[in-house]
């Protein structure tokens, strides 16, 4: 199969291209590369040339991008809530409008396979409960206001020619070539190796449904391949289990302390927005026989065999936590304007 992964140089587009290069998919991404493309490079080049790529902007769509290509596996975009807020027009036109416009350009050309990498956190501030696709979610962030309107866009696009597929994915834990460190596990992973100490803001008990990043992956192969008939036009909730903000720093802190780390729990107040909610993932589960099944703990493990706890000192790099690099983005973009003959 012939995919396009857009934002396959990200997080979680790595180790989705990684894995379809591994079953022997051909793979093109299309990335802006706001985190640079050297993870990518570094594939592309063990790979030959089974892995392609171009820099592009989904904003500004290039229909050559779509020549050749059975399935597209949609990724590229803002990925959370504060880089969305930093910018909520562009967040916008990358999330809402570009995803609408992409799909409508693969169904005109006949690719009828479409699986969107959207976010659990549409079901964030609807109250307490246990939610599954068919709650109805009220979005209130420029993020998630923009997954939803793709999210719909998809949906009405759907018929007999086109499939698209909707992933609320959880948020997600685990190692990738280009790590980001502003997600809660890998968070709590960076703190309790720089510093020692998790704080709980509120003591913790918020629910948040986790997902490691290959399942994630996983998930997206799974709804590659499926029949039309099973995944067309559908939503689902991708995630392993939801967990406790509080669980998920003792399972840190247990698994530095087993590596004769001392890690301290210390209360914090609650910061303003606070996410909170729990879903199912049973319709995943029921209609693809597939269940994200690696735990907070394995991929904890997973990440310390990667981790070099004796030189933390690169985990201070801005690159990976998304709204630190793209203020700093931002900001070399302003001097290049005030001072062109500098640059
Ligand atoms: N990581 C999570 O916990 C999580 C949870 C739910 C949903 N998601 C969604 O999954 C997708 C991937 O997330 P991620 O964690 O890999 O994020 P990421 O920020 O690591 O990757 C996003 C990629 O998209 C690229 N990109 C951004 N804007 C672009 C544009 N306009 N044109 C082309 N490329 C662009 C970036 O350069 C980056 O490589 C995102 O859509 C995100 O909203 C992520």
Known sequence: MNVLVTGGG???????????????????VVDRFFFGDAPLARLAEQSGATLTYVAGDVRELDPAWLEGVDAVSHLAGLSNDPTAEYNPEANWQMNAIATERLAEACKARGITRFVFGSSASLYD??????????????????????????????????????????????????????????????????????????????????????????????????????????????????????????????????????????????????????????MSNLKLTQRLGFTPAVTVLESIDAMLQELPLDDVGWLANPRWYNIAWMSLLEEVHAAQRAFPTIY
Not at 10 to 20: F, H, T
Not at 159 to 169: K, S, T
């Open 125 to 278: 501030g609807i109250g307490p409960g246990m939610f599954d696709e068919q709650t109805a979610v009220q979005p209130r962030g420029a993020y998630s206001l923009s997954k939803k309107y793709a999210e719909d866009a998809l949906l009405r696009l759907g018929d007999a020619r086109f499939a698209p597929v909707v992933l609320r994915q959880g948020t997600v834990y685990g190692w990738s070539p280009r790590m980001r460190f502003d997600l809660v596990v890998n968070t709590f992973l960076k703190d309790a190796a720089t510093v020692g100490k998790l704080y709980l803001h509120g003591g913790g008990w918020q629910w948040r449904p986790l997902v490691d990043v290959g399942d994630v992956a996983r998930a997206h192969i799974a709804c590659l391949r499926a029949s039309a008939d099973l995944v067309g036009g559908e939503i689902f909730n991708v995630m392993q289990e939801n967990y406790q903000v509080r669980q998920l720093a003792m399972l840190v802190a247990g698994s530095l302390s087993l590596r004769g780390r001392v890690v301290t729990l210390e209360e914090a107040p609650l910061p303003k927005l606070v996410r909170d909610y729990r």
């Open 10 to 28: 990200g997080y979680i587009g790595l180790e989705l291209c990684r894995q379809l290069l591994e079953r022997g998919d051909t793979v093109r």
